[in-house]
């Protein structure tokens, strides 16, 4: 019989089992172990269960009490100390151009940014009043959805016109701006050469970066030229990668923490010579540098083309809140569309943005008050320098000067609680300051202790005279204790 007589006729042809048994015993030992292996674990896997529950005796109604009895929930955030700055905040109830009141104290202030005197001015205010009849309080979306009103273009299209630049683009937070706009040009793989005393939130911008970061010392355009040098010499050795490779060089131009501003000249010799990008942080400069109040470009008489990109708030000189970065339409339509703080962002409240409008017309119908502004924190720069047991830092054009101890009193947190016994002694006599405050444990290079003073136009001689007294008597009276 053969064997295709009882084989059922599922297929063409039967298996032949003699030729099966014969390919078994002539294929390698190797393979065969293989194979038989390969069926046991099988085998163990079908008989064997998923899981095994264990028989575990529960906890008796005794037991499960006497454990909630003993459990201590874990505090939700560290012990605070009650003399911590934050706990003894000053209640502001009155604030004009050239005083403010604190804690019923009135005072010269010379505490807020309030460089241009916008913040008291009539004309911001009814313009605001009068947007808010009209546009309601918010946008309610981000600009790329139903955020965008009328006004938010009339400002961008103004604040281009004024720093003679092709285009500019909002944002509703002046910390996000420039913070969205690094991430938005340079990413993982690019390098950054950034100045070490760079505000906080360009330091947020490099961290979301993933740049590579090259960190030069602060002004210092020799230690900068050598990390260019090195970027130059790597970038001979791997061409393939240095084609593929952004580099950019990021600062601000009048730097907050300190009061300098920066060598621009020599920033844009390095951007032709070691072909990077500038990006500049104009947020103090803005309103107070240049003859009209454009900025470090016009400070130094240089071509505002010859920065990349340039990111500024509104909410200093221009006496509201929000920002702008501008440039070239190429770079301002690529923002638009990478933005994090753009995108995602409800847009700035169009009541404010006409008020920034407005401040913007002032500020090109009167440029007496950047002479007005220059005047008085050259007036400020002189007699700051003379207060004994502390030192003044700072530059003359700059707004913003740094008062610190000529000698430590011992530890950071020491000399902190001097500087603010000297506040507070101040506004005594009538002066309102502030002592600068950092995120120590975040910040990547923290400046020591200073009472910071912030200069505006509307300020007096008569006034800053009276100033420099009240800090010179209250640091004799707290030194004397």
């Known amino acids: 019989m053969s064997t295709t007589a009882w084989w059922p006729y599922f297929g063409p042809e039967p298996w032949d089992f003699r030729e099966l048994f014969q390919a078994f015993f002539d294929a390698p030992n190797y393979h065969v172990a293989f194979e038989v292996i390969l069926i046991m674990l099988i085998i163990w896997l079908l008989l064997s269960k998923s899981y095994v529950i264990e028989n575990v005796q529960g906890l008796t109604k005794e037991e499960e009490d006497n454990l909630v009895l003993e459990w201590k929930p874990e505090p939700l955030v560290p012990d605070t100390p009650q003399d911590h700055p934050a706990l003894q ?70 604040l281009a016109s004024f720093l003679g630049v092709q285009a500019a683009v909002l944002y509703s937070y002046g910390f996000s701006t420039i913070a969205s706009a690094i991430p938005s040009y340079s990413k993982r793989g690019d390098v950054i050469f950034c100045d070490k005393g760079v505000n906080f939130s360009i330091q947020m911008g490099l961290l979301a970066s993933r740049s590579a970061l090259r960190f030069y010392k602060h002004n210092d355009m020799e230690d900068l030229e050598r990390l260019l040098q090195e970027q130059a010499e790597e970038d001979k050795k791997n061409p393939k990668k240095a084609k593929v490779t952004r580099r950019f060089i990021v600062t601000e131009a009048l730097f907050i923490n300190y009061g300098d501003i920066a060598p621009l000249p020599k920033l844009v010799e390095f951007k032709f010579k070691y072909k990077v990008r500038i990006f500049l942080e104009e947020s103090l400069s803005l309103g107070v540098l240049g003859d009209s109040g454009k900025g470090l470009t016009e400070h130094y008489n240089i071509p505002v083309s010859n920065v990349d990109l340039i990111c500024a708030s509104l909410e200093n000189s221009f006496g509201t809140t929000g920002g702008f970065c501008a440039g070239t339409q190429y770079v301002v339509d690529h923002q638009v569309l990478s933005g994090s703080g ?62 610190y101890l000529t000698k430590s009193v011992g530890s950071h947190d020491d000399d902190l609680r001097l500087l603010q016994s000297i506040v507070d002694k101040a506004l005594d006599h009538g002066a309102v300051l502030t002592v600068a405050r950092y995120l120590n ?41």
């Open 89 to 158: 905040y000053k209640t502001v109830t009155k604030q004009s151009g050239s005083l403010v009141t604190v804690d019923g104290k009135e005072g010269v202030n010379l505490a807020t940014f309030n460089f241009l005197g916008m913040v008291g001015r009539d004309e911001p205010v009814k313009t605001a009043i009068t947007a808010l009849s009209k546009y309601g309080v918010g946008s309610c979306g981000p600009r790329g959805f139903f955020g965008t009103m009328d006004v938010h273009l009339n400002l961008e299209k103004e």
């Open 342 to 403: 753009y995108c995602f962002s409800a847009s700035l409240p169009p009541l404010l943005a006409s008020s920034s409008l407005t401040a913007l017309e002032i500020m090109k119908k009167e440029p007496g008050m950047f002479k007005t502004l220059r005047r008085n924190t050259k007036l400020m720069h002189e007699q700051l320098n003379n207060i004994p047991g502390l030192k003044r830092v700072g530059e003359a054009v700059s707004p913003v000067q740094h008062l």
């Open 441 to 481: 444990d975040e910040e990547y290079n923290p400046p020591e202790p200073s009472i910071r003073v912030a200069i505006n136009c509307t300020l007096t001689e008569e006034m800053l005279t009276t100033c420099v007294d009240a800090i010179k008597n209250a640091v004799q009276e707290v030194l004397a204790q």
